[in-house]
C-alpha cells in the first residue's frame, strides 16, 4: 500500500546455499533471518555435511520456501544472459529465484553462496550477495589471462581474453574492511 516507505524500511535478509551452512551461522546477528530452499536442504542432507541434529537446530533459524515459477524463469532468464546456466545446479537456481521473489515482498535479501556462477547471476538480478558470513574482508577479484596475462577490472564478464583468446581466470585482488565477504553487502 505504502510502497514508498517500505523502500526506506526494507528488512534485511540472507539466502543461504548449502555451502554458507556448512561455514555456519555464526557471522549472524541473533535477529537476522535466513532463508533457503528445499533443494539446497536436500543437498545438504545428501551430503551429510553436519551431524543431523545440529543441521536441525540450524534449520530452526531458517525459513525453507520454494520460490515461484515466475521469479524461477527470471533467474533462468539471468543465468542465460550471463552465460552461467549450464554450471548451475537446481538448487543454485531456486535459491537465486528465491532472492528474485523475497526482493518483490520488500525484503532486502543478501544470497550467500560461494560459488562464482552465482555471484554472478546475482549481479546480473542485481542482487546483494556475500561468499560467506564469516571472513570479514572484502575481497576484489582481478580477471585475468591465462595466456597473455592481460588483467580485467573486477566484474568483467567475459569468458575468453579479447585480445588472444585465452581463458580468463580471477584472483583476489586486494582485502579491505568491509562487513562480509562480498560485493554491496553494505548497501
Ligand atoms: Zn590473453
Known amino acids: 500500500m505504502f510502497k514508498g516507505l517500505?523502500?526506506?524500511g526494507r528488512r534485511?535478509?540472507?539466502?543461504f546455499d548449502a555451502s554458507a551452512f556448512i561455514e555456519g551461522l555464526e557471522g549472524l546477528a541473533f535477529e537476522?533471518?535466513?532463508f533457503t530452499t528445499p533443494e539446497?536442504?536436500?543437498e545438504l542432507r545428501e551430503a551429510e555435511v553436519k551431524g543431523r541434529s545440529e543441521l536441525a537446530r540450524e534449520l530452526?533459524?531458517?525459513r525453507v520456501e520454494s520460490p515461484r515459477l515466475k521469479h524461477v524463469e527470471e533467474a533462468e532468464r539471468a543465468a542465460f544472459q550471463t552465460g552461467d546456466f549450464s554450471r548451475l545446479s537446481k538448487a543454485d537456481l531456486s535459491l537465486l529465484a528465491l532472492a528474485v521473489q523475497l526482493r518483490?515482498?520488500?525484503l532486502s535479501p543478501t544470497i550467500v553462496s560461494g560459488d562464482y556462477a552465482v555471484q554472478n547471476v546475482a549481479e546480473q538480478l542485481n542482487l546483494n550477495y556475500a561468499s560467506t558470513l564469516r571472513i570479514k574482508h572484502r575481497i576484489r577479484w582481478l580477471t585475468y589471462c591465462s595466456s597473455c596475462g592481460r588483467s580485467f577490472p573486477p566484474g568483467f564478464r567475459l569468458?575468453?581474453?579479447?585480445t588472444c583468446g585465452g581463458r580468463l581466470k580471477r584472483k583476489?585482488?586486494?582485502r579491505g574492511k568491509a562487513g562480509g565477504g562480498g560485493k554491496r553487502l553494505g548497501n
Open 172 to 174: 583476489p585482488l586486494e
Open 32 to 34: 537476522d533471518q535466513v
Open 60 to 62: 530452526g533459524r531458517v
Open 6 to 8: 517500505m523502500v526506506t
Open 104 to 106: 518483490a515482498e520488500g
Open 40 to 42: 539446497v536442504v536436500e
Open 12 to 15: 534485511r535478509v540472507y539466502v
Open 159 to 162: 569468458e575468453c581474453c579479447p
